[in-house]
């Protein structure tokens, strides 16, 4: 496209916005020869999950942020064109803004989390397996009062757990992660929690299985020169964050994971310190210095807590639990109920007479989901309208 005067100026003025609205950036480097003034929506996942070829010249998304010993920097595709950004990290909190929603940049080093055992008398929610559908899930989020209308945390001192999967699938999945960044932050400062477990969709994308990637991320990898899990590699402030993250979590009388525990473990007493701590230290195959082998290997395996699917007949695990097998599990665990996404299901329900709850309501197909939402003895289903339904 040819270029006038008056062009030439608007797109001035766009990238001068744009630096004032992250007012500590240091540089901005826009490598493109024009920035579109209108942003049109890209395609989505089609209703037989087949994706559709993204429009380059209308992709959007970022930022993925890199750290430095002196520097942060940031990129973004923009219009299907490379953005980079440069921060001092000392200037912290920082509001990135370019072509996406903005994002508020107040951490970039994080603790392992090695707590995994919570009670207290609070409200509890829990979901799984939001695949990039960021509209879907914020909906269901407003209208069941976990975030007000402008997306905020209004949980109070309430737990909120989501057992893995935010990635693959959809196309949405940077901006489910920066917000689920922000309100960890917003739940702590409240008083309460929020709990991202890894599913097998991180730990795929983390070592580099992109099978479930949506098209337009394979376009911004292209467009960023990166692979794509690098983009959530070392060194970065999302892929620090998620390797932080646990496996699992116990809260009250609630056990939750992505996929579930194999009645093994009690046969091995192993404990929930010695699963998530053999399974983090073996995360990343590329960031061993020895292959995972033994039990690190079999935790990464299908019946491990990532994979397993034996709470649930017929599906390509093994013969699956027993009864008396969840009843071990329960007592060697020292809980009630085991809450798991993972296997999907037209809504948030149980096996085993309530003992295992099942909470991947489906979301990955942008259509509905669902919540389970826990007040003392209290188990319901929060709807994607808001209105209680009986957990059956």
């Not at 929610?125 to 905020?152: C, E, P, T, W």
């Not at 989901?369 to 339904?389: D, F, M, T």
Request: glycine share 8%; hydrophobic share 40%.
């Amino acid at each position: 496209m040819l270029f006038n005067k008056n062009s030439v100026t608007l797109v001035t003025l766009f990238v001068l916005l744009a630096c004032a609205a992250a007012a500590n950036a240091v540089t901005l480097t826009v490598a493109s020869k024009s920035i579109k003034a209108q942003q049109q929506p890209l395609s989505v996942l089609a209703a037989d999950s087949q994706p559709i070829q993204a429009l380059v010249s209308d992709l959007n998304d970022g930022p993925f942020v890199f750290k430095d010993n002196d520097k942060l920097t940031a990129l973004w595709v923009c219009n299907g064109e490379k953005v980079t950004q440069y921060f001092d990290p000392q200037t912290l909190p920082l509001v990135l803004a370019y072509c996406q929603e903005p994002v508020t940049l107040d951490r970039s080093h994080f603790l392992e989390q090695t707590v995994l055992e919570y009670q207290g008398d609070f409200s509890v929610a829990a979901s799984s397996d939001f695949h990039g559908q960021y509209q879907l899930m914020l909906r269901l989020l407003k209208n069941n009062n976990i975030v007000d209308q402008q997306g905020h945390w209004s949980f109070g001192n309430g737990h909120f757990v989501i057992t893995g999967d935010v990635f693959d699938r959809g196309d949405k999945v940077t901006e489910i992660l920066w917000f689920l960044y922000r309100l960890e932050q917003e739940a702590e400062q409240a008083g309460g929690k929020l709990h991202l477990l890894l599913g097998n969709h991180e730990v795929m994308v983390l070592n580099g299985d992109l099978r479930y990637v949506h098209d337009k991320y394979l376009h911004v990898s292209k467009r960023l020169n990166i692979a794509y899990q690098q983009l959530y590699g070392k060194g970065t402030v999302l892929g620090d964050w998620l390797r932080t993250k646990a496996v699992l979590v116990k809260i009250n009388n609630m056990l939750f994971t992505h996929g579930g525990f194999h009645p093994s473990l009690v046969t091995e007493q192993r404990s929930l310190q010695a699963i998530n701590q053999v399974f983090k230290a073996n995360l990343v195959k590329a960031e061993l210095t020895t292959p995972r082998s033994g039990w690190s290997e079999y935790l990464h395996k299908r019946n491990g807590p990532i994979w397993y699917r034996g709470y649930f007949k017929g599906s390509e695990s093994d013969k699956g639990a027993s009864a008396a097998e969840i009843a071990l599990l329960l007592k060697h665990f020292d809980v009630e109920h085991l809450v798991v996404g993972h296997t999907s299901q037209s809504q948030v329900t149980t096996r085993y007479q309530g003992k295992v709850i099942a909470i991947d309501s489906s979301i990955k197909h942008g259509q509905y989901g669902e919540l389970l939402l826990v007040k003392g003895r209290q188990k319901w289903r929060g709807s994607l309208s808001g209105k209680p339904l009986v957990l059956e």
